[in-house]
């Protein structure tokens, strides 16, 4: 069978990034950055004070006494208008221009005022409390990379930098289709053999918490015909994801039905647990995805195969979910040949270490586990048995996607 990374990497070989569009600065947190950013100002655009005082001539000072004459006031927005001569000053604000002629600025603290007389007995070095021109950030300089998913702080440094549209790629659009004749939407009457359709609304949310837009099908029947009509449902999406259907029984028809309408089917069946039956492939130019139907399976082979491959739709570099450290909180057993994702609490011991501890069952169909976990715990096939206390590989999945 597949590795998950072998898996993972045909997914990825298997799709492409989206055009970009361009969106106002106040839409973009979350979108992904199509191009790099190039700041349009320096930030700050020019010599600016970073206090509250007087901005002088710090060779004035040099004697350890001094009354200077004050001849302007400068608010940050007012700039000063002349040049400031030997042994004067001006009266500026955090954020205030540095006028012409001066290098230093003197908090107010540090100086008594008296009318126009400004004294003081301290000494200060060229460049004292000034924020110098492009300090943070020139002209032209690259301030966000292409390929970066973006942050509140992205949205401040490109305000920042004059920029009141950004360049970001296409929301992928994610078709979402259920199967199973066992399905209702939840809310409804729930008869004998009948269960609420946990699959498409839980996808759908993490799709869209992942900057995708999913587009929630119907579910469909356990039938050759109703998988056939998948096709005229996914006009304009940019990649399918089904759930269910996907393993041996005879009911499980997903990709026959799916085969009869035009899909090539890359592969089917991996060496991961939950997730063994996942299929995937392309419906003409289509990225298909077969998720399995145990609803902790769907959801784990998407953070490990729908999210990676919509980051590489939306051009990121990592497309894969990032593999972090912990401390096992509890004993695993040896692995089989199936690469294991453990449900898992994380919490920080007393040398504030990262600890997950996986729950003691780990059937794929316990979602009530799934929601109270914050991480997988990752056991690669063939794993010997592991202690309480030995560090392991975990995939948090309680943060919001990057
Ligand atoms: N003989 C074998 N049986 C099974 C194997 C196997 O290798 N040999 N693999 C097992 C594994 S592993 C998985 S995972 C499941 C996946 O099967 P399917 O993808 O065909 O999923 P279904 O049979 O359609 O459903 C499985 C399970 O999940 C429930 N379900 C399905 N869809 C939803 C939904 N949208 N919301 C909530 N719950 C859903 C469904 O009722 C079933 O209980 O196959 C094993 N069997
Ligand atoms: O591998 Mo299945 O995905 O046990 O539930």
């Given amino acids: 069978m597949l590795s998950v990374s072998e898996a993972r990497k045909r997914i990825l070989d298997g799709v492409f990034p989206l055009p970009a569009e361009v969106v106002p600065l106040t839409e973009a947190c979350g979108r ?12 700050p655009p020019a010599d600016v004070s970073s206090m509250d005082g007087y901005a002088v001539r710090a060779a004035d000072l040099s004697g350890g ?7 302007g006031n400068a608010p940050a927005g007012h700039p000063f208008p002349g040049r400031v001569g030997a042994g004067q000053c001006v009266r500026l604000f955090t954020g205030s221009l540095m006028p012409a002629g001066t290098d230093a600025v003197l908090i107010q603290e540090n100086a008594q005022a008296d009318g126009t007389a400004v004294t003081t007995t301290h000494t200060l070095r060229p460049g004292t409390y000034v924020r110098s021109q492009g300090q943070d950030f020139a002209a032209g300089q690259v301030i966000i990379p292409a ?30 289709a259920a199967t199973g004749d066992e399905l209702l939407l939840p809310g409804s009457p729930v008869g004998t053999g009948q269960i609420a359709n946990s699959n ?4 759908a949310a993490l799709l869209r918490g992942a900057g995708a837009e999913p587009v929630m099908l119907p579910a469909l029947r356990d039938d050759m015909a109703d998988l056939a009509t998948l096709e005229r449902m996914v006009d304009g999406v940019d990649m399918l994801v089904t759930a269910g259907g996907a393993s041996v029984g005879s009911h499980d028809l997903v990709r026959r039905g799916l085969e009869q309408v035009g899909l090539k089917t890359d592969f089917w069946k991996i060496a991961m647990r939950p997730g063994k039956p996942l ?17 902790v399976a769907a959801f784990v082979c998407s953070i490990v195969f729908v999210l990676p491959a919509l980051r590489r739709m939306a051009g990121m570099a990592q497309p894969a979910e990032p593999v972090m450290r912990a401390v096992l909180g509890a004993d695993v057993p040896a692995n089989d040949q199936r690469m294991d994702h453990l449900r898992a609490t994380l919490a920080h011991d007393a040398q504030g270490q990262l600890v997950a501890t996986p729950f003691p069952v780990q059937d794929s169909a316990m979602l009530h586990i799934l929601a109270q976990s914050q991480a997988l715990v ?25």
Avoid: Y
């Fill in 32 to 43: 992904v950055s199509a191009a790099p950013v190039a700041a349009l100002l320096s930030n």
């Fill in 65 to 71: 006494g001094v009354s200077l004459a004050c001849i």
């Fill in 147 to 176: 390929g970066k998913r973006l942050s509140a702080r992205d949205v401040g440094v490109a305000a920042a930098a004059n920029h009141a549209w950004l360049a970001v790629t296409r929301r992928p659009r994610v078709a979402i």
């Fill in 200 to 203: 498409t609304p839980m996808l």
């Fill in 279 to 295: 299929m995937s492939g392309h419906l003409g130019r289509l990225p298909f995805i077969g998720l399995p139907g145990n609803p």
């Fill in 378 to 402: 990752l056991r690669a096939p063939h794993a010997p048995a592991a202690w309480r206390g030995e560090m392991c590989d975990i995939i948090r999945i309680d943060q919001a996607p990057a």
